[in-house]
């Protein structure tokens, strides 16, 4: 069977081969428990620790300011909820932005029910956040902010390091869900001067139900797991071996190969847009046009639905979905609606994301698969 060209690299990567050489012999043979103190323990501990240096290294903290979690969900979760009951004898305000992903905004949401405030501050057309709005939102009584570092629907970058400042000067803690930005640009979290950061290793190359978080060293998130007292007795459960080799692999490698990447991610994506553009006319771009990833292209063409773009595109061209429209109503996603993307626009959105297995070849085969389907709706619209 052909399968459809992938062009959904923010929706999940394939794990890289040399992620899956790595990891094979703790799938093979040591299946040993890193906490037994017998040999079968040692090799695992040993791969743990070292993954957690690769996780380390690309985020540029200590090994001990990195706790492997099951993956961005999870990271976010630990680092909002924890923060937010350890501190919330000192105040109970959170600031959050419109476009975060759903494994931030529902924590804010669920934590509105033990008595802490959200204030949602808005992104501009582009999807971008200004410090002066964030410092507008703060309050006596806030203890945290949580913004995305990349948005994942278009890839609109935000001043973390700019809204870090604020939070210092402010003594708030920040925190920023980095599960899209980890591998395609830098997340040095020195730079970045954030308390907390979260890692989704099948964004980058590594396993679904794998990630980390940072925590600054000193701060003390509550616990989230109560149990036998793995990850620094913070996060308990015997460690997921296999897949936190696989992260530490993906993340090395990343860190390796950051500039070609970034690179080839461009190129690829920029030659589909430019493609796009050439055949089609005029295509809405959503995101900031520069401060963006350097592998996201959200797309809108006017008039037609999204669905209907990827069934026609369906068999050749894997990509996702800005809004779903079921008969009579178009559910607009809630980051093309904080951006303003007007209705017309914003129903034919389509996001595609490349990758580091994306070719050029591909690309131009997408280019026509796509102009072709725009062509046909539009002449039946
Ligand atoms: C920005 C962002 N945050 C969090 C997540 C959730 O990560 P995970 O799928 O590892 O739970 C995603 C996944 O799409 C994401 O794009």
Not at 347 to 376: N, P
Request: charge should be neutral; proline fraction near 4%; aromatic fraction near 4%.
């Amino acid at each position: 069977m052909i399968q459809p060209i992938y062009l959904d690299y923010n929706g999940t990567t394939p794990i890289d081969p040399e992620v899956i050489a790595v990891m094979r012999p703790f799938l093979e043979t040591e299946f040993g428990n890193p906490s037994s103190s017998h040999w079968y323990g040692i090799r695992p501990k040993r791969a743990v620790e070292a993954a957690r240096r690769q996780v380390a290294a690309l985020l540029n903290c200590r090994p001990e300011e990195v706790f492997f979690t099951s993956g961005g969900t999870e990271s976010n979760n630990h680092a909002i909820k924890g923060m937010a009951r350890s501190l919330k004898e000192k105040g109970r305000h959170i600031i959050t932005s419109t476009v975060e992903h759903p494994a931030v905004l529902e924590v804010c949401r669920y934590l509105e029910r033990e008595g802490f405030a959200t204030t949602l501050v808005d992104v501009d057309d582009a999807g971008l956040l200004s410090v002066d709005a964030i410092a507008a939102a703060t309050r006596p009584d806030t203890i945290l902010i949580s913004v995305m570092h990349a948005n994942n629907e278009v890839g609109t970058i935000q001043p973390i390091a700019d809204i870090a400042a604020l939070a210092r000067q402010q003594g708030v803690c920040i925190h920023t869900d980095a599960a899209q930005s980890v591998g395609k640009i830098a997340t040095d979290v020195q730079a970045m001067n954030v308390d907390l950061l979260s890692v989704a290793g099948h964004k980058l190359y590594a396993p679904k139900g794998i990630g980390a978080l940072y925590v600054r060293n000193g701060l003390l998130p509550e616990k989230f797991c109560h149990g036998a007292g793995q990850e620094r007795d913070w996060r308990a459960g015997t460690e997921n071996v296999l897949e936190i080799v696989g992260l530490g692999k993906a993340c090395e490698m990343a860190d390796r190969s950051m500039q070609e990447s970034f690179r080839h991610l461009k190129t690829m994506r920029d030659r589909l847009h430019e493609g796009l553009i050439a055949r089609l006319g005029h295509v809405r771009l959503n995101g900031h046009p520069e401060n963006r990833l350097p592998n996201t292209l959200s797309l809108s063409f006017k008039g037609l639905e999204a669905n209907r773009i990827l069934e026609e595109i369906g068999l050749e061209v894997a990509a996702s979905a800005g809004a779903a429209c079921h008969s009579d109503t178009v559910m607009l996603s809630h980051v093309l609606e904080a951006m303003r993307v007007p209705v017309e626009w914003a129903k034919g959105t389509v996001r595609f994301s490349t990758g580091r297995m994306t070719t050029t070849g591909q690309i131009d085969h997408a280019v026509e698969v796509v102009t072709r389907a725009v062509k046909r709706l539009r002449g039946s619209a």
